[in-house]
């Protein structure tokens, strides 16, 4: 079961100690496309004594939805502001797409942690990532599908249907990234690429979303 | 290392085992969201002794290989196919979508092979994945943009790109099939919806890499 980073954590010194954890696991996931960190590396790496990690976070996959969770409530409350700025709706649209490409950019694991504990963790893992990821993203979606829609400037959609095919839109490369060397003819996944894949993303869908003339 | 099925099968009975083993492996795979299919139960579902797993494939690796390359060898067949016809770049982008969408539906679980064999895979079932997959897509999409360009059917876009774009677009319903019942509130993946995702990624695709006018 997973234990909360804020539940557990009361002293300041030991907020940074779960916090320089997490950063070491962020960046070892960073480097690597499977799940397989060890206790030892991220304990070397965050210079925090490997026991703390069950201290803090109970097991892997309590880490692992620890770091998850960290990642969402930034970029959630960024999307929930947004859905309630007063905007256009394809202009929330693209400011979104941008927004899970960055976030993908600078976190490829996410999608990979979510399959992961998706895939072998306990109901209460899968309930939580679905708490603190998907119902945020439908709320948003539905929102501003239906602002759209009443502004005229999106066609009428599935909202749910949507968030599949934008989240994996956004995802994939970053997913994927191993094959972009041979894909791309480059060394790999850099900034100019991702830039290059958020214009694309984001062109595709605007002009695929909006209604037809 | 990958052992082929068509270098080590000769007789028509082996290759009608072997052709029993990759059905089981299929089905087994469609049905659970992890790789973790055991030789014990392929072997009970094919009714084929397990040791003959050893046999034509090697080992995991090379029936999961084996399972992938076959699930590409007709996609691949009918991509190239599409792309040499006598038809609109713009319909056959739509022919293809829907073509991706009914593969990925039928196989749930190849791009979850893809992303096993790549992660954990070596080298030589690296090469033969990109072989197999990625190299005839990208191929196909390089001939359909430039195609669609010509006509003034589609706008100027990087095949590279789109490929990620499509393939994540395309796949994600399926990769993400757990969540269904709760985004869509339905009971799971079915056909239906399948139809619906299949219609929606290509009105999008098709409107979002339509030239502006």
């Given at each position: ?13 030991r ?30 790496r965050?210079g ?28 959630m409350a ?17 400011v979104h797409?941008e ?27 899968k ?38 095919c ?12 191993y094959?972009?060397?041979?894909t ?19 062109g ?10």
């Amino acid at each position: 079961m997973a234990v909360s980073v804020v539940q557990k954590v009361q002293g300041q010194e030991r907020t940074a100690s779960a916090e320089s954890l997490l950063d070491a696991t962020a960046a070892i996931l960073s480097e690597i496309t499977t799940i397989e960190v060890s206790f030892s590396e991220i304990s070397r790496r965050a210079g925090v004594n490997a026991a703390m990690i069950k201290y803090y976070f109970g097991n892997k996959e309590g880490l692992l939805l620890a770091l998850l969770e960290r990642d969402a409530e930034s970029s959630m409350a960024a999307l929930e502001h947004l859905v309630a700025m007063d905007m256009p709706a394809d202009k929330k649209l693209k400011v979104h797409i941008e927004g899970i490409i960055n976030a993908y950019y600078k976190s490829p694991y996410i999608n990979r942690l979510i399959h992961y504990i998706v895939d072998t963790g306990g109901d209460v893992s899968k309930k939580r990532v679905s708490e603190f990821f998907i119902e945020p993203m439908l709320r948003a979606y539905k929102a501003i599908v239906a602002q759209g829609v009443h502004e005229g400037v999106l066609r009428e959609i599935d909202p749910g249907l949507l968030y599949y095919c934008l989240v994996g839109a956004a995802d994939h490369i970053f997913h994927a990234g191993y094959s972009v060397p041979m894909t791309l003819g480059t060394d790999g996944l850099d900034y100019e690429i991702k830039q290059r894949y958020l214009d694309m993303v984001s062109g595709i869908f605007l002009r695929g979303l909006a209604p037809d003339r």
